[in-house]
């Protein structure tokens, strides 16, 4: 059997654009997984591969205009979006490349033997070594930033972990340019093209989370896929992690004094993050427990006029558009829910930006209303009015993890002069890996303070896809006993040759 062509299709009309590879065999996936784990040793250099991450994101920008306009023609994302995506790309690569020549992520640690502890402690010394090959499964609404260039391989790359990549359906042409980037960049430093592995295909991707030499996996998609594949890796006869990011509801509450205070300008405020990208990302605000009364009233007019001012926009793929148009249909069919504007299809090729309504107590108790505490991807967003503060945490004690939790206060609560808005920030904290105050969660940062993640479903474990300390999920600490000096790693020894920081007997030192 010919093996199945992999064609790049414009979102704009529907329309296949050219084969750019086919679906890999499980014997290419074979083959991709052991090229990764022969070039690892080549990685094994900490300024060898904190050097190819700083060629890697320069060779990407004198690549620039050919790949934005690939990507572009892919996910109809648009110049301007992909520019700034090609940017943040480049600088995460820079980033991780910072961190590889610090060299704190070693987590290096030294205890010198103290016969008086009880017990008795030997000589004792830990660092963090690479995991090994690294499956990253590459996002559809990020075709560089959560990709084939994205956060998983640059940050297994700076670990010295070899990765193979499957590419996403909706951008395959884009992936298969940026990865010949990636693999000229590895080859200025004598890194063989092996470290940076792709494949097409969903049997391919199934394959890969199997294959015994994969030693862990990234995944950013959906909670079908994602779950799946996360089962996939602990039914392994050895057991795999998964990071995996599935899904995010990003509920915002706005406390009745917020409305008071600025209905209007949260209003414009939300309507601005929840179409952005037509409602594509993954941090878009998806349930907003608004206040019943004049407030919120005028949250709801602002929210009303802005979204209605918003044209029409092209998702990423016609599946993704079906979906979008349906479930908004099933949702706005449901009782005592209102469309004050509605979403759903737009033209025969786009969307139309939208938001419904219904009573908060609606979502108080299991019932049909629960549908609209799933995430429904695209330029859609649920306003949940509630009568007080009770009705608040009952929808709140019914959501699962998150991504995001955003709360909207007024200057007395911003200020503590109200003991309300700390009492929220505790109340949501437990539901999300970023909590934030009188902003927006779309625009994630890339800095090491922060953290992309959540409680399941949002991610599949504690740790975060985006911020330097994403590195943490391809090491593993390892600690030696009673070596003698010469047979440590160089990293562990008194003599400190390579200048990192360490905890040496409890202090830290550099």
Known sequence: MAAAPVWSVDPRTGKQREQVAVEATAEEVDQAVRAARAAAPALADRTVRAAFLRTAAGLLEEAKDHLVE??????????????????????????????????????????HPDASATPP???????????????????????????????????ALAA??????????????????????????????????????LVHGFDAGVALVEHPLVSGAGFTGSIRGGRALFDAAAARPVPIPFHGELGSL????????????????????????????????????GLVLAPEGAGGDRLVKSLTEAVSDTEAGVLLDHRMRDNFVAGVRERAQ?????????????????????FLTVPAA????????????????GPVTVVARY?????????????????????????????GANPRGAELIAEVTPLAGRVLVDGWPTGVAVAPAQHHGGPYPATTSTSTSVGGTAIERWLRPVAYQNTPEALLPPELRDANPLGLPRRIDGRYEH
């Open 121 to 155: 402690i030997p000589d004792l010394r830990r660092y963090k070594i690479p995991l090994g090959v690294v499956a990253v499964y590459s996002a559809s609404n990020f075709p560089f930033a959560f990709s084939v260039p994205g956060g998983d391989t640059a940050s």
């Open 70 to 111: 690939a990507a572009d023609a892919e996910t109809a994302l648009g110049p301007v979006r992909l520019t700034g995506e090609l940017a943040r790309t480049c600088y995460q690569l820079r980033a991780f490349a910072d961190l590889v020549d610090e060299g704190a992520f070693l987590d290096i640690v030294i205890d």
């Open 334 to 354: 449901l009782p005592d829910v209102a469309a004050p504007v509605t979403p759903g299809a737009g033209g025969e090729h786009t969307v139309s930006a939208g």
């Open 160 to 197: 010295g972990c070899p990765v193979v990549v499957k590419a996403h359906p909706d951008h395959p042409g884009t992936s298969e340019l940026v990865a010949s980037v990636l693999r000229r960049a590895a080859a200025r430093h004598d890194i063989p093209e092996g470290a940076i592995g």
């Open 387 to 415: 009568a007080d503060d009770a009705e608040i945490t009952a929808v709140l004690s019914r959501l699962p993890g998150n991504l995001t939790a955003t709360v909207q206060l007024s200057a007395d609560e911003a200020a």
């Open 362 to 377: 609606r979502l108080a108790s299991e019932g049909e209303h629960d549908l609209l505490l799933e995430e429904c991807f």
């Open 250 to 285: 990003n509920p915002v509450v706005v406390t009745e004094a917020a409305a008071a205070e600025r209905g209007e300008q949260i209003g414009t405020g939300l309507a601005g993050s929840m179409t952005l990208g037509v409602g594509q990302f993954c941090v878009k605000p």
